[in-house]
């Protein structure tokens, strides 16, 4: 049987919908005007249904990255999910962006880590960061650390695959035992449509009256 699931990404400067079958991504789109999701993100969406000649009752589930990022982004993806599945009576899956990189790096390497450490840039000296094992099990919930707490969880003796937005490593962390770093923190969407259809599996899906964003930190605002 065919398990259609809707893919939507407002979390960084472009939108991404993507649609895959039983785990296999089969079309994508993508909005190159940054910060244009609001007005985007619909038609994008009803150009990827007319491409794959499906019906929206066709589609399975709804899986949408639910941060952290852009506090506007990720509150328009959401909003846009949240719709299509009270109208369409389909199941949300709310993914954490960390998590999702964190699974790219565990399945694109045959050489298994001792830890893998996803960590994003929040503001100057404080981060988004989440961990998890050899065997993929979370041993750290993403959440929003100084950087005084970044450098006590890098700092062990075990072999981390540390994943992380910046072209350099930060000095605090260049004396810990870090066997492997990767700098390319864009969803891939291979992987992405595997970990969705995995949760769908599991009928590991949210409430969604109750479903929020993964902000992580408090939200600043300026007068």
């Given at each position: 049987?065919?398990?259609?699931i809707?893919?939507?990404?407002?979390?960084?400067g472009?939108?991404?919908v993507?649609?895959?079958?039983?785990?296999i991504?089969?079309?994508?789109?993508?909005?190159?005007?940054?910060?244009?999701h609001?007005?985007?993100?619909?038609?994008?969406?009803?150009?990827?249904?007319d491409?794959?000649?499906?019906?929206?009752?066709?589609?399975?589930?709804?899986?949408?990255?639910?941060?952290?990022?852009?506090?506007?982004?990720l509150?328009?993806?959401?909003?846009?999910?949240?719709?299509?599945?009270?109208?369409?009576?389909?199941?949300?899956?709310?993914?954490?962006?960390?998590?999702l990189?964190s699974?790219?790096s565990?399945?694109?390497?045959?050489?298994?880590?001792?830890?893998?450490?996803t960590?994003?840039?929040?503001?100057?000296?404080?981060?988004?960061i989440?961990v998890?094992?050899?065997?993929?099990?979370?041993?750290?919930?993403?959440?929003?650390?100084?950087?005084?707490?970044?450098?006590?969880i890098?700092?062990?003796?075990?072999?981390?695959?540390?994943?992380?937005?910046s072209?350099?490593?930060?000095?605090?962390?260049?004396?810990h035992?870090?066997i492997?770093?990767?700098?390319?923190?864009?969803?891939?969407?291979?992987?992405?449509?595997?970990?969705?259809?995995?949760?769908f599996?599991?009928?590991?899906?949210?409430?969604?009256?109750?479903?929020?964003?993964?902000?992580?930190?408090?939200v600043?605002?300026?007068?």
């Amino acid at each position: 049987m065919k398990q259609y699931i809707l893919h939507i990404d407002t979390s960084a400067g472009n939108a991404i919908v993507a649609l895959s079958c039983n785990g296999i991504i089969l079309y994508n789109k993508i909005n190159n005007e940054a910060r244009n999701h609001a007005s985007s993100i619909n038609i994008l969406i009803e150009a990827l249904i007319d491409e794959a000649k499906i019906q929206f009752t066709d589609i399975s589930a709804i899986a949408t990255c639910g941060g952290p990022g852009s506090y506007t982004g990720l509150r328009i993806g959401l909003a846009t999910a949240k719709g299509l599945c009270y109208a369409l009576d389909k199941p949300l899956i709310l993914d954490n962006k960390l998590a999702l990189l964190s699974y790219q790096s565990f399945n694109r390497h045959l050489v298994k880590f001792e830890e893998y450490i996803t960590v994003l840039t929040a503001r100057a000296k404080e981060y988004f960061i989440a961990v998890f094992d050899f065997d993929f099990k979370c041993t750290l919930e993403p959440r929003h650390v100084s950087e005084e707490q970044l450098i006590a969880i890098t700092d062990t003796t075990k072999e981390i695959f540390l994943t992380i937005d910046s072209e350099t490593l930060p000095e605090t962390l260049k004396s810990h035992k870090i066997i492997k770093v990767e700098t390319d923190v864009h969803i891939d969407l291979k992987y992405w449509a595997n970990y969705s259809f995995n949760r769908f599996k599991c009928h590991d899906i949210e409430i969604l009256s109750t479903s929020e964003p993964f902000y992580l930190k408090q939200v600043y605002t300026h007068k």
